[in-house]
Every structure is written in C-alpha cells, then in structure tokens.
C-alpha cells in the first residue's frame, strides 16, 4: 500500500475531517470523549452544552450530584456508569494534577474511565500530542478492509497502523478514516462505486463483485425463560402412607 497516495486521497475526499465532538478546553473534550463510548458524537454534542453549562470544569464537575449529571446524560446510554467515570475522573484531576487534564498517556491512562482511544483523542485534538493513533468502531473496520492490519483488537490495530503511517499523520489519520467510514465505508453498505481509494482497496473487488460476506445485524438476546412449574398432583397434596 502506498501509504502517502492513500493519506492525499483521503484528504482530497475529506478536507473538512476533523473531531466532531464540540468542546472549548481538554477537559470538555474528555468528558465529551468518555459520553460517546456505544453513542453517536451528534447525540453527545446535544446534551454537552447543557452539561458544561451547569459543570464547566474538573473542580464544579467532581462536587456534582450524580442524579443531575445523570438526568443530563441520559439519553448517550450507560449513563450510570458514565457519570461515575466522569466524576471519578475529575476528582482525580483535581487532587493529583491540580484541576489540568494531564497531557501525558501514562498520567491519562489512571483517570477513571479513559483508555488508549480516549487518551490519543485528548492527547491528539487537545493538546496535538502525536502519542498514537485513535482508534474507534470506523478506524477499525476502514483499515481492515483496506488491509493496512488483519489484527483483531483495537489495541493490535493501532500498533499496526502506528508502524506504516507517518507520525507526522497519526491524528489526520484517524479522523480521515472516521469520515471515510462514515461517509463512504459503511459497515454494511459500502459505497465503493463512488470510493476514491477504490484502487487502493483490496475489499473493493469484493464488495463490487457481491462475493464479500456483509456482516450480520446483531440480534438482541433472548429473555431467559422462567422454569416451568411442575403440575400440581392431580390429588391435591402428598401421598399418604400406606
């Protein structure tokens, strides 16, 4: 793959690809980042600036009350567990890096809540700090097919990218290939008849030809079934002894 042809096509198709998640400080785009986990950026950038309204930094968000910050939350799902991130992660901020996003993995790796993908994007759009690349849900399904990496999971896909893309890249990079998956790449519906690394793309072919397996839509589990109860004896009680 010719990694430079691929990147100047990219950037010709997606000149305006950039984090669509709307904040004013690293902070902001931290939390903003921690609410987007399973939910759309359009949906978070909804209830933000609501919530930054009300909590507009570490120090008045880590005092918050849970149940506000909840109700503000709600519709970005696993708004429990998010708050409890967001707080956990602000008190944190406040009493070991006095009310500063850290702008050192290491350091962000211990805030509650973040992991690679978070911290490359604060680390990326909040501080232009090249430390690795992001890697979401369109990153990874995009360079799969592209055949930049057969890895698995996030973690191995960014290493492998990490290896083949230059540094001075690493944060264009991700957000052209979110733009891509998301305007061109679907997951389902790839749009290669209109792809403009369609020659580049080692999936076009097949997915041209119909010979690519699309993936299947996930189908909600089953309730468990209650254990049927045994029939009540015909007799009405316990045998008697004879």
Known sequence: MDMGLLIERLKEAHPDATCALRHENPFQLLVATILSAQCTDERVNKVTPVLFARFPDAESMKGADPKEIEEIIRSTGFYH???KAIRGAAERIVSTYQGRVPARMEDLLTLP???RKTANVVLGVGYRVADGIVVDTHVFRVSRRLGLTR????IQVEQDLMKIVPRSEWIEFAHLLIF?????CDA????????SVQDLCPSAPLFLSGKAQKPRPTRKPKPARRPKRKAAR???GKRRRR
């Open 188 to 195: 389902r519906n790839p749009r290669c008849e209109i792809c």
């Open 113 to 115: 809540g973040v992991a």
């Open 81 to 83: 567990n998010k708050t």
């Open 180 to 184: 891509h998956g998301r305007r061109v």
């Open 234 to 236: 015909a007799s009405g």
């Open 151 to 154: 890895a698995k999971t996030p």
